[in-house]
């Protein structure tokens, strides 16, 4: 390297040359875990990535390889020398603000989280149980599946010995709701003092998009196809509804400038595109092929004298495709125009009401669906997600409203002795 510094005048700098290996190692990486888990073909495509992504790097590190001559700006151009200014800062003495502060300044006491928790747990069931008894379940329907998180025996049982009450299941139900709903009353108390606001179109994209978009698709497939409604997964449609809803936004947000007419159809169309991707990633994952989340959006539209079993769905059919696509793009581009013209006509979301119906309904779906799907499997087909999705909805909204009216404490400044403490009372 010195050698090479000695043949070059000081109007250049030695630079390392930009190279794509890392992208492509990367990718290669990726296919092969993808090629493990799914496809034979993707192990061929990312081994070869691979080889050429290593060979590409490694080339880099040969003598004389990876680097290349950059020219100086001229002298003009280039920055003058620092000239030092010998000083300090100015130290911080009592009764200045920001002496010995903590952050927060505030928070809600460890009891708000707690009531937070148990008023929203008293209100969480409503919706389920609403479900249990429209459905014909009946309202222990809804208990026996929340048992059934743990009590693996629940899954062998039919629908009938489900819709019974009993003392055990109900016991166990409530510990599991009971507990949880404490323990997220407690997140949320210390979450939300930390938590930043949202803005007023991220807001509304990340909660209004997922529940209109699941909630037309659920009533679409309810009244035209419910056998076929029976084979969404649930989490992962509503999954897809917060991409749209959070690149809508997004996308609407940049170019609301332009116009929001066209801004929210542009937000409409990149949400659209974006959109598939957990659906995808999804049917993949569980074997069904690309073409059966596609077939399950044309069933919105499409009625069946005979409901198309799973074979038929994982199949690719140019008109069920032909039918999905046009519901996709109407819907997107529907979506995203309502969202520009009903935007200015709503109040702003305060941030922790919005992070309260966001962040709760992910985290205990997530929850649930991972531990029923270790446990019981069987029974997570009989949970009908959208409904439980909305009982969490209302859990994170009650709970945030709680834990927001409650009253918060100063947090004292740092430092030990009584002197502090009655400075800080005493301001």
């Known amino acids: 390297m010195n ?3 000695s043949t070059h005048d000081s109007s250049t700098v030695d630079m390392p040359q930009p190279t794509a290996a890392p992208l492509v190692l990367a990718v290669g990486i990726v296919l092969l875990a993808m090629g493990v888990a799914t496809n034979f073909a993707f192990l061929v495509v990312g081994l070869i990535l691979f080889v050429v992504g290593l060979g ?13 001559r950059e020219s100086r700006v001229d002298a ?4 003058r020398p620092v000239t030092p200014a010998p000083g300090e800062v100015e130290r911080l003495r009592r009764g200045m603000p920001g002496y010995r502060l903590r952050l927060p300044v505030k928070v809600h006491p460890v009891s708000a989280g707690i009531k937070g928790g148990l008023v929203g747990g008293l209100v969480m069931p409503i919706p389920a149980l609403i479900y249990g008894w429209l459905s014909g379940h009946g309202i222990w329907w809804p208990v026996n599946l929340l048992a059934g998180m743990v009590l693996p025996g629940i899954g062998g049982m039919n629908a009938d010995e489900l819709e019974q009450f009993r003392p055990t299941f109900f016991v166990v139900g409530t510990v599991i709701h009971g ?23 991220l807001a509304w994209g990340a909660l209004l998009m997922p529940l209109l978009w699941t909630a037309v698709s659920y009533v679409a497939l309810g009244a035209v196809n419910p056998g076929v409604r029976a084979g969404i997964e649930w989490p992962w449609f509503v999954a897809s509804q917060l991409v749209f809803g959070l690149v809508a936004a997004v996308v609407f947000m940049v170019l609301e400038k332009r116009g929001r007419v066209a801004a929210g159809l542009f937000g409409g169309a990149a949400g659209g595109l974006l959109m598939p991707l957990p659906a995808l990633l999804w049917s993949v994952a569980t074997r069904h092929g ?19 079993t799973a074979t038929a769905l994982e199949q690719f059919h140019a008109d069920w495709f032909v039918t999905a696509v046009a519901i996709h793009v109407i819907l997107s581009f ?9 935007l200015p006509l709503i ?15 992910l985290l205990w779906t997530a929850l649930s669906y991972g531990m029923m799907g270790v446990v019981n499997p069987v029974l997570q087909e009989r949970v009908d997600w959208p409904w439980f999705v ?14 927001v009216r409650s009253e918060e404490i100063h947090i004292p400044p740092a430092g030990k002795g009584l002197d502090n403490r009655a400075e800080f009372v005493a301001n």
Request: aromatic content about 12%.
């Open 390 to 403: 909305a009982s969490q909805f209302v859990f994170g909204i009650v709970a945030a409203i709680v834990v």
């Open 3 to 5: 050698e090479s510094h």
């Open 56 to 68: 590409m790097w490694i080339s880099q590190l040969l003598p004389g390889r990876g680097h290349w």
């Open 290 to 308: 690309i073409w059966y989340p596609v077939n399950l959006l044309a069933a919105m539209a499409t009625h069946y004298e005979v409901q198309p």
């Open 334 to 342: 529907a979506f995203g125009l309502a969202f520009a013209l009903v």
């Open 179 to 201: 507990v949880v709903s404490l323990i997220l009353g407690l997140i949320y108390g210390v979450l939300m003092p930390t938590l930043p606001n949202l803005r007023k179109p």
């Open 76 to 79: 003009a151009l280039r920055p």
């Open 347 to 361: 109040p702003t979301i305060p941030g922790p009401f919005a992070w309260g119906g966001l962040l709760m309904p």
